[in-house]
């Protein structure tokens, strides 16, 4: 028998087809307490406990001549002071010059090891990810109260409470709520995943006409393109087309998408959104001029805190890596999907695809 097998961590020992034992490796021997010498040549039931010598002829060898194997059967292997040592026993017959039958031995407590062993690293996964969502949680509680405050006054200066505000301060008041209300918005959701073993808010599917969506968008990203000196386009939205999704979700993806595509994309750079509409499917494809995705990376970047290409982001611009997974569980929540086709150094396409909806209804 060779090395690799001598020293495995598990007994191997192989016999003729009438249970003359041919070989037997090192780990077996220190198990039974005995020299192979001793062992070679004997009969395998020779081995056995009572129990486990009735068991063997009248299951373990039947099967292997029926199927060609049998799978961890408990037996009774005697050792040198003839004390039963539990094992647990796979068998395999194979034709060589003959047809041998090739056994592989593991003590029941070795095996009652490996499986505390796989209890104790689930338990600290689950402990893992209690902590991660009790840090999302005290995260969103945090923010909370401050944005809170910030659409508060905002509402106020909004009303005239105030005094009466310039069309300038008003416009600017508006940007203000907008994105402190879906600020909000994002915050309650990560509660919301906390809070819930599944993870999805609730729903509101209505149809959404695809250009006041866009105009939007387009409203609360103003800013921060202006700011990134962006070259901003929508094409296709000026159509009369519609999708039949959540507004708020619908809105919520886009909204990642296009400040992911500011984030990786340097000043001056190209963004563009664009509908394209085929069949009963409406695509809204989000394309920049950053730096692309490697090939291996753009199925990870849709898992939880996933994050690529982070060291060059700006210290604001820096997340938990939870956005792109979670648009992509509202993208199939609402019947759609949300993908990405992207080739380094030439950019990337998001392409978020949902129902086309139906004319609006009459009356």
Known sequence: MDGLLDNAPCGFLTTDDAGVVLQINATLCRMLELQPDQLQ???????????????????????????????????????????????????????????????????ARDRRDFEDELVEARRRAETAVEARERFLATVSHELRTPLNAVIGFADLLDSGHSGALTEEQAQQVGYILDAGRYLGTLVEDILGFTQMGSGLPELHPARVPV???????????????SRQGMQFEVHGAEQEIAVWADPDRAQQILVNLLGNAIKFTDAGGHVRCECVARGSWVDLQVTDSGPGIAVDDQQRIFKPFVQIGRDGLRASYRGLGLGLAISRELALAMEGELTVRSEPGRGSTFTLTLPLAGPPAQG
């Not at 866009?214 to 800013?223: C, H, P, Q, S, V």
């Open 41 to 107: 040549g004997r009969l395998l039931s020779e081995l056995l406990s009572p129990g486990a010598r009735v068991f063997h002829a009248t299951h373990v060898i039947p099967l292997t001549r029926l199927q060609g194997e049998v799978q961890e059967v408990l037996l009774g292997l005697l050792n040198g002071r003839g004390e039963e040592l539990p094992v647990l026993c796979s068998a395999a017959r194979r034709q060589s010059d003959q047809w041998v039958l090739d056994y592989v031995f593991l003590t």
């Open 211 to 225: 250009g006041r969506l866009m105009e939007r968008i387009e409203r609360l990203m103003a800013t921060e393109l």
